[in-house]
């Protein structure tokens, strides 16, 4: 299996000390999502891991809601598997963190996925103890365009408290996301 070709893209003075990489040609950081099927030719996702960091020898990764804490991926098996198709990258586009209330930090992520078809939001919606790292509660969904990534976190998850949904309108505004000026009124 010959080796990929790993570059740095940021200020590291190698890839173990970098935030920022590319392998093969694919961008890939700290943060960003993998999505991971179970073969090359199946649309669903299996599981999704967080990528935490990177190493010498590959891509050390923390799987999303998921029984097995932490993954690693040595380079030229990430690369065979970003080839065959049987990984994909998320890329992270934004993230905030705010308090629900005095026992409760909300953080919600998104990411966007491209894919021969166009391009796909999936949204991370944490919610965590502010004491603790890991979360207590934590959703991920598969959206099919902004309007419904404005549902899920405007609707459907039904912020209670004033604070918490202008945290979330100026979350998506960030993104780039168009917010119905009458319902930007009630705020």
Excluded at 142 to 153: A, F, P
Aim: hydrophobic share 35%.
């Amino acid at each position: 299996m010959p080796k990929p070709d790993i570059e740095v893209l940021d200020d590291g003075d190698a890839y173990p000390y970098s935030s920022h990489i590319s392998v093969d040609g694919t961008e890939l950081q700290q943060g960003d999502l993998l999505l991971v099927f179970d073969s090359p030719n199946d649309n669903g996702v299996s599981f999704f891991e967080r990528v935490y960091g990177f190493t010498w020898p590959g891509v050390i990764t923390h799987v999303v809601d998921g029984p097995v804490p932490a993954e690693f991926h040595n380079f030229e098996d990430f690369a065979a598997d970003l080839d065959s198709g049987k990984i994909a990258v998320a890329s992270k586009r934004e993230q905030t963190s705010f308090f629900v209330d005095e026992d409760t930090v909300r953080t919600i992520t998104l990411y966007r996925y491209q894919y021969q078809g166009g391009w796909q939001p999936i949204v991370i919606d944490e919610r965590r103890d502010p004491l603790e790292n890991t979360p207590f509660n934590e959703s991920i969904t598969l959206c099919e365009d902004g309007e419904q990534v404005i549902e899920e976190l405007l609707g459907t998850s039904s912020p209670v408290e004033k604070q918490e949904v202008e945290h979330i309108r100026k979350f998506l505004r960030s993104a780039g996301y168009q917010l119905d000026p009458i319902s930007d009124s009630d705020e």
